[in-house]
T-cell receptor, first 115, second 112 residues
Framework: DVKVTQSSRYLVKRTGEKVFLECVQDMDHENMFWYRQDPGLGLRLIYFSYDVKMKEKGDIPEGYSVSREKKERFSLILESASTNQTSMYLC??????????????FGDGTRLSIL | GEDVEQSLFLSVREGDSSVINCTYTDSSSTYLYWYKQEPGAGLQLLTYIFSNMDMKQDQRLTVLLNKKDKHLSLRIADTQTGDSAIYFCAESGAYNTDKLIFGTGTRLQVFP
């Protein structure tokens, strides 16, 4: 079974802090994704990576950056946390689609509160 | 642009069938997916369907796809309290099929 592990289930940080969210997958997937989930808005893509050191902005990248130094690990960084970044953050991974249908596999999420 | 729409809530009695509906805009989507999210957890893949299929059945789950109307539905037979969750449909993106476009999710509540 695919395992996507997010380092924290719950995290509380203060405004202005630099925050790191870590995600590790064990299936040798090329693609990794970071989403945030807010009530009534569904999942919105922040960033995704299709290979080591490769990244692409999603729909809402402002205020975030990412790092992918190793294939299995994808980090989301809040450079200077703000209260409007309080949310549930979900990491996912997948093989490249190439027209064959490759579902994304999700971690359990990190509920981040910025005070 | 690409968009996926779902109703926000559905309430059903235990033992009845549930039907969760989804409409999407991109006719070139190759795959459509259904995910389930239980409280406090991530998304769990339930099933997915290739766009040239009309129907897919997997135990209590039936997926119906009407490509002409861009309408996808998930039917859960004999709904149980353990089926209470948020259900998301998603389509593969037109310009980058590695990306998925998610709906807002439908919260299914099952009452005794």
């Amino acid at each position: 079974d695919v395992k996507v592990t997010q380092s924290s289930r719950y995290l509380v940080k203060r405004t202005g802090e630099k925050v790191f969210l870590e995600c590790v997958q064990d299936m040798d997937h090329e693609n990794m994704f970071w989403y945030r989930q807010d009530p009534g808005l569904g999942l919105r893509l922040i960033y995704f990576s299709y290979d080591v050191k490769m990244k692409e902005k999603g729909d809402i990248p402002e205020g975030y950056s990412v790092s992918r130094e190793k294939k299995e690990r994808f980090s989301l960084i809040l450079e200077s946390a703000s209260t409007n970044q309080t949310s549930m953050y979900l990491c996912a991974s997948s093989f490249p689609d190439r027209g064959r249908g490759q579902p994304q596999h999700f971690g359990d999420g990190t509920r981040l509160s910025i005070l | 642009g690409e968009d996926v729409e779902q109703s926000l809530f559905l309430s059903v009695r235990e033992g009845d069938s549930s039907v969760i509906n989804c409409t999407y805009t991109d006719s070139s989507s190759t795959y459509l997916y259904w995910y389930k999210q239980e409280p406090g957890a991530g998304l769990q893949l339930l099933t997915y369907i290739f766009s040239n299929m009309d129907m897919k059945q997997d135990q209590r789950l039936t997926v119906l796809l009407n490509k002409k109307d861009k309408h996808l539905s998930l039917r859960i037979a004999d709904t149980q309290t353990g089926d209470s969750a948020i259900y998301f449909c998603a389509e593969s993106g037109a310009y980058n099929t590695d990306k998925l476009i998610f709906g807002t999710g439908t919260r299914l509540q099952v009452f005794p």
